[in-house]
């Protein structure tokens, strides 16, 4: 069985200074022997969720052994696996700038992680926490979007500052 949740509150300020914030829990659990399928694991990362993070790139990872492609005879990368278990807490302060219309600046909180296994064990040890700033532009399809995320718990393989370009707001 799956279950996510996710919850967001806004809150505008003086200065038209908008505070967005967002849970999202998410718990899949197998049961009578069986497991989660690869597809229905939760993966977090990216734009929309820990933006320390590459796409997808954040929870549990697992070696994959490649070969070809100048790896001479193999090369072994590390991939996300998904887990079971999934929370994530976004905060960010959207502050206009009285200059220039449609025009804003955004600092973020991101923290959470993607956990192997319902409960969260190890806790302490695989929260990531990750702090950023972003510039909005307000156009007709939406805010253009522009994130610098930088994990302040990296892991190897990884860069822990991240940059993304979008349309919408993360959350």
């Known amino acids: 069985s799956k279950l996510t949740g996710q919850v967001a509150y806004y809150k505008q300020g003086f200065h038209n200074i908008v505070w967005a914030n967002s849970i999202r829990i998410g718990l899949a659990q197998p049961f009578a022997n069986s497991f989660v399928p690869l ?79 319902v409960g969260f064990h190890d806790f302490a040890s695989l929260y990531s926490n990750n702090v950023g700033l972003g510039l909005r532009y307000a156009t007709p399809v939406g805010p253009i979007r522009l994130d610098v995320g930088h994990n302040l718990n990296p892991i190897p393989g990884i860069t822990s500052t991240q940059y993304f370009i979008s349309i919408g707001q993360a959350f």
Do not use: W
Request: glycine share 18%.
């Open 39 to 117: 597809s229905e694991e939760f993966f977090t990362g990216g734009g929309n969720s820990l933006r320390g993070f590459p796409l997808d790139g954040a929870g549990p990872q697992r070696p994959v052994s490649i070969v070809g492609d100048g790896c001479n005879p193999s090369c072994t990368i590390t991939v996300p696996s998904g887990g079971n278990e999934l929370l994530l807490i976004n905060s960010e302060a959207r502050i206009p700038l009285s200059f220039k219309k449609g025009l804003g600046i955004v600092v973020f909180y991101d923290g959470g992680n993607v956990f192997p296994n």
